[in-house]
Each structure stands twice: as C-alpha cells, then as structure tokens.
Nanobody, 126 residues
Framework: VQLQACGGGTVQAGDSLGLSCVASGPSRYGYVMGWFRQVPGKEREFVAGISRSGNFRDYADSVKGRFTISRDGAKNTVSLQMNSLKPDDTAVYYC????????????????????WGRGTQVTVSS
C-alpha cells in the first residue's frame, strides 16, 4: 500500500488550497481515511477523517467550517479542501488509512491508522 499526498504549496492568509491523496493498490472501499498535520517540535495532530462509507466525517475544532474532507472510491482518492487558510494552518499534511469492517467509523487518532503517506507542505503567509 502506498499513499501519495499532493497539492501542497505556499498561499496567503484567506486563500484556498486543495490536497489530494491517492492510494495505490486495490479498491480502498474498506478503508477509513484521514488527514493529519505536523509542525516541527509538535506532535502530529488530527485534521479530518472520513468513514469508509463516506457518509460520516469528523474535523478538528480548529478547522471546522473551513476544511472539507471527501473521498472518491472509484479513484482511490481522499481530498481535503482548505478554505480561509490561516498562518496557523502551516504544517506538513499527511494522509492515512486503516482497514475497518464497520462502515460508519471515523478515526481521529494517529494510533488508529495503519498506513501513512509521505506528507506535503502547506505554508500560509500572513
């Protein structure tokens, strides 16, 4: 399993940016997927998660109302649309996935995920 995140870059505060994560291999239908972020010297933190069904989502309080997670099962892709970006959103963003049999589970902790992508840098200037 390989996860490849892309779409990072440098933007100004208030701008929007979209991240995508493509999973190689067979269909990811049975996988819960999520986005995390990390800045130097701090622990990796949860940003957004989506159930294997795509019907349930959860977000960190800091991004609620600004970020939207979605998935495309046919393309093995999970996306993160980030609007109204702030300098505090600056971090390396990672996508992750984990196999779960329950269709409505959303995972919000790093320990819940089995596979991780390599990360993509997002920098928001003030």
């Amino acid at each position: 399993v390989q996860l490849q995140a892309c779409g990072g870059g440098t933007v100004q505060a208030g701008d929007s940016l979209g991240l995508s994560c493509v999973a190689s291999g067979p269909s990811r239908y049975g996988y819960v997927m999520g986005w995390f972020r990390q800045v130097p010297g701090k622990e990796r933190e949860f940003v957004a998660g989506i159930s294997r069904s795509g019907n349930f989502r959860d977000y960190a309080d800091s991004v609620k109302g600004r970020f939207t997670i979605s998935r495309d099962g046919a393309k093995n892709t999970v996306s993160l649309q980030m609007n109204s970006l702030k300098p505090d959103d600056t971090a390396v963003y990672y996508c992750a996935e984990a196999w779960r049999t329950h269709s409505n589970v959303v995972l919000t902790t790093t320990g819940g995920y089995d596979y991780w992508g390599r990360g993509t840098q997002v920098t928001v200037s003030s």
